[in-house]
């Protein structure tokens, strides 16, 4: 009788390599840049009809409130560098501050998310990264003790802004409008935001 082929089989603490074309593609979706997937986000939302007619309604508001806005503050962004969301409405952001020729210097974000990653795009973007969360300070301020923080510390408004806050708590709201309540400041915000009645009590 004759003998019977060897055979070969994995031990159990071997797992097999993958193949080499499996492994370069793995390695090339590892590799893309933020930056190309914003590239790749602009070019999505660049196709679509909602963002054609979310540039003409802020230039329809801008132009019945008779204000022309010169700076741009962000709140509650995400990472645009982990988050397909947070790309978008990064997009979103800048395609219409082009559309309204405002230098993106003018520009300020923040979100205490922000990975170094997330500020090597902003840089590159020549987006204003703001230092420090100071609506979450203003808040703080009214509700607990912060020692030595006297001074105010929450983004006041002293020239038409837009405000954009995607994803934002009450609380944070409540402190733009709280450091903006006056005659003065208030008209300036031009706030993209959820539906406030969304956050109002059942």
């Known amino acids: 009788m004759a003998d019977a ?13 993958r193949t080499r074309k499996k492994r370069r593609s793995r390695l090339g979706k590892e590799a ?3 930056a190309v997937l914003l590239d790749r986000a602009t ?7 909602w963002l054609r007619d979310c ?10 409130l008779r204000l022309s806005a010169h700076r741009v503050l962000c709140l509650g962004l995400g990472s645009p560098a982990a988050s397909r969301d947070a790309r978008a409405q990064l997009a979103f952001l800048l395609a219409v501050c082009d559309d309204l020729s405002l230098d993106r210097t003018h520009i300020s974000v923040y979100d205490p998310v922000f990975t170094a ?17 100071r609506a ?13 923080n006297s001074r105010r510390a929450g983004y006041a408004v002293d020239e038409p802004t837009i405000v954009f806050m995607p994803h934002c708590d009450l609380h944070l709201y409540e402190n733009l409008f709280r450091e903006n309540w006056t005659q003065a400041r208030l008209p300036n915000l031009v706030l993209i935001a959820n539906r406030l009645s969304e956050y109002a009590e059942k």
């Open 32 to 34: 893309l840049s933020p």
């Open 5 to 17: 082929p060897p055979t070969f089989g994995y031990a159990d603490s071997f797992t097999p390599t």
């Open 136 to 148: 979450c300070r203003f808040f703080q301020r009214f509700l607990l003790p912060y020692p030595g």
């Open 43 to 49: 070019e999505e939302l660049t196709a679509t009809d």
């Open 55 to 64: 540039k003409q309604l802020l230039r329809d508001a801008l132009a019945s």
């Open 117 to 133: 990653d997330d500020t090597r795009l902003l840089d590159a973007l020549g987006v204003h990264r703001l230092a420090e969360n």
